[in-house]
């Protein structure tokens, strides 16, 4: 059974940082994408950051281009979401999820991924 639980989120004033992790488990990912989306209030989920497993290859919202980093630890089967300079319109539950690696470029669209984690919430304060 695939399970992916999220960790990392909390309270932080806008300007700070926050590092995001996904503990993935029950398959192997070498042949996955692992993406995370975020939900605010009131809002469609929207397509935040992802990366290949195996090529390490990356893309990212125009939003968060230079600010948020993601990257995965093969040994720990971890996906990370290193987040930078963030803004009250950061705020929003993220959740990370997985899908078949299809392409070199990892898919922003969430219709792609299978798996997803239960979420877990970033506050940030103005």
């Known amino acids: 059974q695939v399970q992916l639980v999220e960790s990392g989120g909390g309270l932080v004033q806008a300007g700070g940082s926050l590092r995001l992790s996904c503990a993935a488990s029950?398959?192997?990912?070498?042949?996955?994408?692992m993406g995370w989306f975020r939900q605010a209030p009131g809002k469609e989920r929207e397509f935040v950051a992802a990366i290949s497993w195996r090529l390490g290859s990356t893309r990212y919202a125009d939003s968060v281009k230079g600010r948020f980093t993601i990257s995965r630890d093969k040994a720990k089967n971890t996906v990370y979401l290193q987040m930078y300079g963030l803004k009250p319109e950061d705020t929003a539950v993220y959740y990370c999820?997985?899908?078949?690696?299809?392409?070199?470029?990892?898919?922003?669209?969430?219709?792609?991924?299978?798996?997803w984690g239960q979420g877990t919430q970033v506050t940030v304060s103005s």
């Open positions: 029950g398959r192997t990912f070498s042949s996955y994408v």
């Open positions: 999820a997985a899908g078949p690696d299809t392409n070199y470029y990892p898919s922003l669209s969430e219709k792609d991924y299978d798996y």
